[in-house]
């Protein structure tokens, strides 16, 4: 078998509100985990070579390598419409997940256009991450695949040519201008009885109708509109809906290096995500979506608060083991491949003043106060107010020694500062709003004092430290200083020289000096999200201009379809990490409303 040659930027997404796939230009679905984001994939070529599991639907003239002639999604919609124009006609393959009742299908309508077209169909199911291949029987005229715990059943209407081999299962058939063939893939434990069947032409309209009336809640409407949208879709898509929780992004192990060992699993939630999350959620006016996912958050963080962790599954798990998977060799041989994240451990105090930021925007934002909420805040805060002079490891999970990050004392004060804020608003609430204020004054002097180099006028990365870090640019988003002070502007521009690469911003130095502080070899693409804070940065420094421009240069980035992954190679011209990326995404919409000055009025 060969290794995929799909880049991360060829991808499109589909997903069902529970698990996602991705699709390749090539019409190859080459990632989906079932049932839930966080299960182990059935389709694992992503990660590995076509034996590892994937589903390709293609002209037989395009070979086994060709790629379509243009493809997006219909109107504003997670269903994916690819063309491929060959030399005896046009077909269109549409590509979606409805949201399931029951079991999750994955449905792929072939549709001739004009002409002739002769279409093949490569059906390689590998359950465990690609590594199990099930056995294959008829039933019903469908083909049915089991292994231990998985069952999936593979159908066609009208029923096509299916044959068995190089155990893969293969169809042939001919569509002519305005017919229609539509494969159902329905997965289900083994256990299980199958699940009702769809018809696949309704679950078509159902989904185009569930999305119109979902796109229709936007209230953006400025000239960003549609790249806004795709991304609000996307969020959209992330989100796993019986829990409101919003996972990173679908993938696991796509590479932040070519080659490198930065591979990590995103199929979670992480707590660092929230505040800009609801920031975006809010901004844009889906409050249902805010409120569910300040939901998650509030029964993911119930406990004590010693046991809060940075990161939680989709349902709240707390158990994340990361372990490695030696048979897939990884997204163009960018090994190891690995499942669950041991950064789960970590202590990232930042991640306090994140949950406590926000729930103070959720109450300004008038979502219904949980009676439990301001409680939780309390045990969290006290739990800060002795831990915050220590260090940590932590925004961006590095996994050298621990230091005393500028950031995550930035964070300190911002959950210091919330609770007086929340305590002079609503003056009922029990609350040593004092007590606040000292540790916010201590944490504010001491950030000021040991976090700042005078000589270069900019914030560092940590203590001591002569480093550079992006995330000191919430400092003015925050309210820890405000944007026209001096240190703040020295900090921006600093950043703007020292971690620059190609109109992008890195987050932070990998060079031989700074190899000790994440403790990995190799190196990063430009961070986008850290690019886009960099584009507020400079907005709120009076920097307009330079701001849009970085903005609109960011949205360049995307691929066809509208989708953003972590990170970008300036050098290679290509997304680099785990697509779509939730936090790029984020950052898109929250700085697109920073640019309309009346929705960002409207967010509060």
Known sequence: MTQRTQRIED?????????????????SVDWLCLPRFDSAACFAALLGDEDNGHWRIAPVEAGPTGQCSRRSYADDSLVLETYWETGTGTVKVIDFMPQRDVAPDVVRIVEGVSGTVEMGSVLRLRFDHGHVVPW???????????????SAWLRSEPEVKTWGQDMSTRSSFTVGE?????????????????????????????SLADWHQ?????????????????????????????????????????????????????RYCWLRDSTLTLEALLSAGYLEEAAHWRNWLLRAVAGDPADLQIMYGIAGERRLPESELPWLKGHFGSAPVRIGNAAVNQLQLDVYGEVVDSLYLARRAGLKSEEHAWSIQLALLGFLE??????????????????????????????????????????????????????????????????????????TQAYGSAELDAATLLIPRVGFLPADDPRVVGTVEAIQAELGQGGFVRRYSTDKAAADVDGLPGDEGTFLVCSFWMADALRLIGREKEAREMFERLLTLRNDVGLLAEEYDPAAG?????FPQAFSHIGLVATACALEPDCADEAG
């Open 386 to 459: 002795e831990r915050w002079r220590e260090p940590d490891e932590g925004l961006w999970e590095v996994r050298g020694p621990r230091r005393h990050f500028v950031h995550s004392k930035v964070m300190a004060w911002v959950a210091a500062d919330r609770a007086v804020r929340t305590l002079e608003e609503e003056p009922s609430l029990r609350g040593d709003a004092d007590r606040w204020r000292r540790m916010r004054d201590a944490v504010h002097k001491e950030v000021c004092e040991k976090g700042f180099d005078p000589d270069r006028n900019t914030f």
């Open 136 to 150: 294959m029987r008829r039933s019903d005229g469908h083909r049915v695949a089991i292994a231990g715990p998985d």
């Open 11 to 27: 991808y499109a997404l589909i997903g069902d509100l529970q698990t996602a796939a991705l699709v390749g230009r090539d019409g």
């Open 214 to 266: 979902w796109v229709g809640r936007c209230r953006y409407e400025g000239p960003y509109r549609d790249a806004v949208v795709r991304s609000l879709i996307t969020l959209k898509a992330l989100t796993y809906a019986p829990t409101g929780g919003i996972v990173a992004a679908p993938t696991t192990s796509l590479p932040e290096e070519i080659g490198g060992v930065r591979n990590w699993d995103y």
């Open 178 to 206: 305005g017919e229609k063939v539509a494969f159902v893939l329905t997965w289900h434990a083994s256990h299980e009885p199958r699940p009702d069947l769809i018809d696949p032409y309704e679950s078509l309209e159902q």
């Open 574 to 578: 290509r997304q680099l990490g785990n």
